[in-house]
């Protein structure tokens, strides 16, 4: 389980990059508003995200469209929810709004190994082959 865990979190790493690179070219190369090259920045980000995590659970041979699903639903829900517990941890601990930084690496992080993590293990779980019976 470190292993699918590490692989996922390297996924996770190169998704970030992915995003931020492209967030960047957006921005410095093309010009555009950063409010609009969000958007196309995070989908690049998920896109990664989501072949990144088909790797790290082995589960290249599994349905893609289904997987692409399932993977959507959870992160939206993860979106709700990081959002809605970074807000709650700086009206909680006020004095942590200088280090809003370290609080979304914490919820993110957090919402990673208790929501996302475990539930892509159920959409990206490789699908049996039939056992060959006498």
């Known amino acids: 389980m470190f292993k699918t865990v590490a692989r996922s979190g390297v996924a996770g790493i190169a998704a970030t990059a992915s995003d ?4 960047t070219l957006l921005v410095k190369l093309f010009g555009l508003d950063p409010r ?16 990144g995590n088909r790797y790290a659970f082995r589960a290249a041979n599994g349905g893609a469209a289904q997987q692409a699903v399932g ?7 993860a979106l709700g ?3 809605v517990l970074y ?3 700086l009206r909680v601990v006020p004095q942590t709004g200088a280090m ?4 979304r690496l914490v919820v993110s992080c957090a919402v990673f190994l208790g ?3 475990p539930l892509w293990r159920r959409v990206f ?10």
């Open 20 to 23: 931020v690179a492209t967030l």
């Open 36 to 51: 609009a090259a969000n958007v196309p920045a995070l989908l690049v980000g998920a896109i990664v995200n989501f072949i």
């Open 71 to 77: 993977y959507s639903i959870v992160e939206l829900v």
């Open 81 to 83: 929810l990081n959002g």
């Open 87 to 89: 807000e709650l941890v």
């Open 100 to 103: 809003f930084w370290l609080v």
């Open 115 to 117: 929501w996302s993590y």
């Open 125 to 134: 779980r490789p699908k049996r082959r039939p056992s060959a019976q006498s």
